[in-house]
Each structure stands twice: as C-alpha cells, then as structure tokens.
C-alpha cells in the first residue's frame, strides 16, 4: 500500500512560483514512478508531469514544459514539481500518483493518489 501527501499548493501572482511536494509512505519508493496530474473546476483531470523511478525518464504535459520540473528524492521518499512562469490557467487541484513499473502519462494507469492540494494562481 502507498500513501501519498501533497503539499505546497497556495494563492500566488501570475508570474510566481510554487514548489510542491509529495511524501511517500511506502518501503520501496523506487519501485514507483511517480505522476502529477491536476484537474480545475468543470474541467477533466489532466496529466502535468511524471518521472520514472530513476528520474531519468520525464514525460511533461505541452502546456507546462520549460515552467514546470518534476524531480524526486528517493532517499527522503518525496517527489516534487517546481512550477515557475506561473499562469491563471494554472489554477486547479493538483494531484500526486504512484505506479509500479514505467512513468506513464494516462492517469488510469496509477494505482495510488494524493488527497490533492490546491493552487491558485491570480492574474
């Protein structure tokens, strides 16, 4: 079983940044590759960013590459995802997700979520 923790969401200007984070309550996080997804109101959920156990494998939405980072510390557990040139459309509940095996980009191919956290961003 894996649980998983966001946090770091808030309010901020476009333009700002954030840095999320996701803590991991499992004994073989490298067993995970890890997935951020967020879904705004009235909107599907939609995939930001995802990496591979390793980190070497990154897969990033179009609508993020060059501003957000996905990046993990697999001694401490957590992953993390560095939004920067915030946005408006930026704004929706973001989500963090586990997997056995390869960093995919379909959210229903992870198995464990995150409760979410929010992130607002003000034009």
């Known amino acids: 079983q894996v649980q998983l923790v966001e946090s770091g969401g808030g309010l901020v200007q476009a333009g700002g940044s954030l840095r999320l984070s996701c803590a991991a309550s499992v004994r073989t996080f490298t067993s995970y590759a890890m997935g951020w997804f967020r879904q705004a109101p009235g909107k599907e959920r939609e995939f930001v960013a995802a990496a591979s156990w390793s980190g070497t494998d990154i897969y990033y939405a179009d609508s993020v590459k060059g501003r957000f980072t996905i990046s993990r510390d697999n001694p401490e557990n957590t992953v993390y995802l560095q939004m920067n040139s915030l946005k408006p459309e930026d704004t929706a509940v973001y989500y963090c997700?586990?997997?056995?095996?390869?960093?995919?980009?379909?959210?229903?191919?992870?198995?464990?979520w995150g409760q979410g956290t929010q992130v607002t961003v003000s034009s």
């Open positions: 997700a586990a997997k056995r095996g390869l960093a995919a980009t379909l959210d229903t191919l992870y198995n464990y």
